[in-house]
């Protein structure tokens, strides 16, 4: 699972000296938030996408037992998924322009990333759920709607992220 706090830690050597530099420093833990905002975002989209694999064939399952009545609930899910696949995907890289963040309030940007992570772990819960039930196609409708319903708590909780992310302002005590 990736760890948005372990990224920068992969530095090479002149980067790190680099940073000691006045206003490089900046840019480049600017680059590096961005970066792992970019990774926790794209791993989310690609976990959501694979686990609609696991739909599929049990979509397919469904209509190989003609149980079309249940496809509808099964299509709200997809839907659902690839909306907030969409929104991962095409969120904005980055917090602000480019000379924003020299200095950031570091509290809140920890709290970002423990919202991050608690927001990949929701990410994995639901693509495990879905891949471990949903290709038999034998699955009751509660549980679709039991999807739907985290599928809306982790859209909630990335519109969340956002707002966290605007309030990324410059401190001076950094």
Do not use: C
């Not at 680059?31 to 792992?36: F, K, L, P, T, V």
């Not at 970019?38 to 609609?52: F, N």
């Not at 190989?64 to 496809?71: I, S, T, V």
């Not at 879905?130 to 519109?159: H, K, M, N, Y």
């Amino acid at each position: 699972m990736i760890d948005p706090k372990r990224h920068a830690d992969s530095r090479g050597i002149i980067e790190s000296v680099l940073r000691y530099i006045p206003g490089f420093r900046g840019y480049l833990e600017k680059d590096y938030r961005q970066e792992s905002d970019h990774l926790v975002r794209r791993w989310m989209a690609d976990r959501l996408q694979q686990s609609k694999r696991s739909l599929d064939s049990g979509m397919t399952a469904l209509i190989d037992a003609g149980r079309l009545d249940q496809l509808t609930a099964w299509e709200r899910v997809k839907n659902r998924l690839d909306a907030v696949i969409l929104r991962f995907r095409s969120a904005v890289r980055g917090y602000s322009g480019f000379f924003d963040f020299v200095q950031v309030n570091v509290d809140l940007l920890d709290q970002v990333y423990e919202h991050d992570m608690a927001l990949v772990q929701s990410v994995e819960k639901l693509a495990t759920a879905i891949e471990q039930t949903a290709a038999s196609g034998d699955v009751p409708d509660s549980t679709t709607g039991e999807w739907l319903r985290q599928i809306d708590e982790i859209d909630r909780r990335f519109s969340q992220r956002g707002e966290m992310l605007n309030g990324l302002n410059p401190t001076a005590g950094g």
